[in-house]
């Protein structure tokens, strides 16, 4: 990336989380890219101590892969503005 181009970012207020629908990990969301279903995944972040050891951390991201690239879904158990959750199957 040269300095030029610009990074993307995005800006979750505490209160849009504390909003948002739960979700977790399995869960499936409908992509805004192809409009298939796809699957949550999650991971803990890490933390780099002073030493430089990368430890784990307390935050979850949850996010789910399209093709080759991946997509935010959610944080802590909570889905980010724009994540539309599949419907589930009504068990007969």
């Known amino acids: 990336m040269s ?18 629908p739960r979700m977790k990990a399995g869960d499936e969301i409908i992509c805004q890219t192809c409009s298939e279903k796809h699957v949550i995944e999650s991971r803990m972040s890490q933390v780099r101590k002073d030493d430089g050891a990368m430890v784990p ?15 935010m879904a959610g944080l802590d158990g909570k889905s980010v503005p724009g994540t539309i959750r599949a419907q589930r199957k009504e068990k007969s």
């Open 57 to 71: 951390g307390t935050l979850e991201f949850l996010f789910y892969r399209c093709g080759s690239r991946m997509y």
């Open 3 to 20: 300095d030029d181009e610009e990074i993307p970012f995005a800006v979750i207020s505490n209160e849009e989380l504390e909003r948002a």
